[in-house]
């Protein structure tokens, strides 16, 4: 492609994100006219409008939003393999955004960051927690964090956690005067706190294996969260039982404040893995940031 119409791409990819003329030509550092008699051109020689344009506003058409959903990514892609190779020569910088459920955040990559990140200072780390499992690609995050069944075949994953597992807990003040459940069915006869996670677009049912055989319960009960946190907060004021992850519940279970059941019925799983998109060229601040928060055992 001859090198001018890279420069009109460039110059349309601006337009196109900024929604602006005056805004795009401010960043490129070029006249608000030369950019308008770029896009002209670049349209002439497609035969398509790729802009809308009124006195309040720019915005791409049907055919300009294509061309931006198509090429975008390629040249965020040559601009991150640029911004690598000048990091050759320097000390590890730059941005490091990251997806992850709050659980993920706190209890792993929180303790492997705060010794990372004084060893380079010139990078930063920029987490981003929900329980939505966003699609980093779309949303632009370096990279994401999931239990390890539910990441995509098509990321690389690096492990960095142990496996994860759940457990039933509840405590003692609830547990008064009531029978323990001995199977996941009698979790109906108790009052639970349910989880709300977006991704399923209602209520999580908590899930059980035993033996090869494997059991979705949904529970109910009077309160319902989109966190574990605040789950915990509620079973150790006896609003009912919680199904939660083992290193959350154990520091309350070893004072006596909790109580697990139905142990025999919550086998591990996969732990947390980290993943990004296999093409992606790999900084070397990403790189270090992989090695620091790699599971070891």
């Not at 090869?212 to 309160?223: A, F, I, P, S, T």
């Not at 966190?227 to 959350?248: C, D, N, T, V």
Request: aromatic share 8%; charged share 25%.
């Amino acid at each position: 492609m001859p090198r001018s119409n890279v420069n009109d791409l460039l110059a349309f990819l601006a337009v196109a994100r900024a929604r602006s003329f005056t805004r795009a030509a401010a960043q490129m550092g070029v006249s608000q006219s030369a950019l308008s008699h770029t896009i002209r051109g670049l349209e002439e020689r497609l035969a398509l409008r790729l802009l809308t344009r009124t006195t309040r506003s720019v915005a791409p058409t049907e055919a300009g939003e294509r061309l931006l959903r198509d090429i975008g990514p390629h040249f965020d892609e040559i601009d991150v393999a640029l911004d690598a190779l000048s990091e050759l020569k320097e000390k590890p910088s730059g941005t490091i955004r990251i997806n992850s459920s709050e659980h993920a955040a706190d209890a792993i990559l929180w303790p492997k960051l705060a010794e990372f990140l004084p060893h380079y200072p010139d990078v930063t780390v920029e987490i981003q927690a929900d329980y939505m499992l966003t699609d980093i690609v779309a949303e632009r995050f370096d990279a994401g964090v999931r239990l390890g069944e539910h990441v995509e075949k098509d990321m690389v994953a690096v492990r960095i956690g142990p496996e994860e597992r759940l457990l039933v807990v509840g405590s003692p003040a609830y547990l008064a005067g009531r029978a323990l459940p001995l199977h996941p069915q009698d979790l109906l006869q108790h009052r639970c706190i349910n989880l709300r996670l977006p991704t399923l677009g209602g209520l999580y049912a908590w899930e059980f294996e035993k033996d090869g055989r494997e059991l979705k319960v949904q529970v109910e009960g009077q309160l319902i969260f989109n966190g574990w946190h605040p789950i915990l907060r509620a079973a150790l004021a006896g609003f009912g039982l919680a199904f939660l992850p083992h290193e959350l519940v154990q520091p309350h279970v070893g004072a006596g404040s909790l109580v697990t059941m139905l142990e025999d019925w919550t086998p591990p799983f996969p732990g947390y893995h980290l993943y990004y998109p296999s093409r992606r060229h790999l900084s070397p601040a990403f790189a270090l940031l992989i090695e620091a928060l790699r599971y070891r055992g």
